[in-house]
């Protein structure tokens, strides 16, 4: 089993940032790849950003540029630093942890690739 606990989401005014952090316990080692997903009232959950163990990551076009994934091995821990926000990026935003190795360069961008997911937490931006 692995917890996932997101926090750092508040409100914020357009062109401001957040800094968004995923604390993961117990098998914390299952996990192959994190991720990053948001989901806005009355839309489907979508993918944002992903690291893979090995330290690679990949972004959805919209956030390139604007928002940063790292992770802490140390602190098991993975950050989501976002800059120049907008009223779009309004959002409950989760943290995931998948199980699934795949070789090459998978991007991990899908809901059901994940195992384990945070509760979320509340991002507004104002304009």
């Known amino acids: 089993q692995v917890q996932l606990v997101e926090s750092g989401g508040g409100l914020v005014q357009a062109g401001g940032s957040l800094r968004l952090s995923c604390a993961a316990s117990g098998r914390t080692f299952s996990c192959y790849a994190m991720g990053w997903f948001r989901q806005a009232p009355g839309k489907e959950r979508e993918f944002v950003t992903s690291?893979?163990?090995?330290?690679?990551?990949y972004y959805v076009d919209f956030v390139k540029g604007r928002f940063t994934i790292s992770r802490d091995n140390a602190v098991n821990t993975v950050y989501l630093q976002m800059n120049s926000l907008k009223p779009e990026d309004t959002a409950v935003y989760y943290c995931a942890c998948s199980r699934i190795y795949y070789t090459g360069s998978h991007y991990y961008a899908n809901t059901h690739e994940y195992d384990y997911w945070g509760q979320g937490t509340q991002v507004t931006v104002s304009s």
């Open positions: 690291i893979r163990s090995e330290g690679s990551t």
